[in-house]
C-alpha cells in the first residue's frame, strides 16, 4: 500500500487562480463581508498511517495554556506558536523533522479576530507540513460578546475558514468549558492515537 495520504495542491483545477489571487492579495479588508473566504469546502484531512505519538497543539494568536488548564488529561504535546515568521518557520521546521507525522493538531485560535485568508492559509500550511488532521480551537467567545461582537457570526466565518482547509471546528471558552467540548477534544485526541 501507499504510504503518504498528503494533499497536493492541484493547481490545474478551476477557481485556483482566484484563490491564488485571494490568497496572496496584497492587502485584505478588515472587515469580513468585503472579504468573503470564496474557497469551496475541502475533504477532512485523514491522519497518515505511519502517524504516531500524540497529537500536536500549537498556538495561533492563542496560547495552549487555557486548554491544557481545562483539560489537564490531555494527551497533547504544545509544538509552539504561529505568531510570527520566526515562529512559523521554527515550528514548520519541527514538524518536517518529526520521524513519523502527529496523529493530529489542534490549533488554539481567538475569536476576537475575523479570521482572514492569511489565517486560512498558516493553519492550512502548518497541516499540511505535519501531514495530520486539524482541530481549530476557539476561544474567547464570551470576551466577543462582552465587547458588543457577534459570537454566532464570527463563529459561523471560523467554520467557513476550516472547511476551506479541510480542518474542524470546537468552540471551547477556557472561562465555562463546555464539558461537550472537552469531551469531544478527549475523544478526538483519543481516537487520533487509537487509530
Request: hydrophobic share 40%; proline share 8%; glycine share 6%.
Amino acid at each position: 500500500g501507499y504510504h503518504s495520504r498528503r494533499m497536493t495542491l492541484d493547481v490545474t483545477l478551476p477557481g485556483y487562480l482566484q484563490l491564488r489571487d485571494r490568497v496572496h492579495a496584497g492587502s485584505v479588508p478588515a472587515n469580513q463581508s468585503e472579504a468573503p473566504m470564496a474557497t469551496l469546502p475541502r475533504a477532512p484531512r485523514q491522519a497518515d498511517e505511519t502517524a504516531s505519538g500524540p497529537v500536536g497543539v500549537f498556538a495561533a494568536e492563542r496560547t495552549a495554556d487555557d486548554l491544557q488548564a481545562a483539560v489537564p488529561d490531555l494527551d497533547a504535546a504544545v509544538l509552539g506558536a504561529v505568531d510570527t515568521r520566526s515562529e512559523r518557520r521554527a515550528l514548520a521546521s519541527a514538524l518536517r523533522e518529526r520521524p513519523h507525522p502527529p496523529p493530529g493538531l489542534l490549533a488554539t485560535c481567538s475569536v476576537l479576530r475575523t479570521p482572514d485568508t492569511g489565517t486560512a492559509q498558516i493553519l492550512g500550511d502548518m497541516a499540511e507540513t505535519a501531514g495530520a488532521p486539524l482541530i481549530l480551537v476557539l476561544h474567547d467567545r464570551l470576551a466577543l460578546l462582552e465587547r458588543g461582537g457577534d459570537p454566532d457570526a464570527r463563529i459561523a466565518d471560523w467554520h467557513r475558514l476550516a472547511d476551506s482547509i479541510g480542518a474542524d471546528c470546537v468552540v471551547f471558552d477556557h472561562h465555562q468549558p463546555d464539558p461537550a467540548a472537552i469531551a469531544s477534544i478527549r475523544q478526538w485526541t483519543h481516537d487520533a492515537e487509537a487509530s
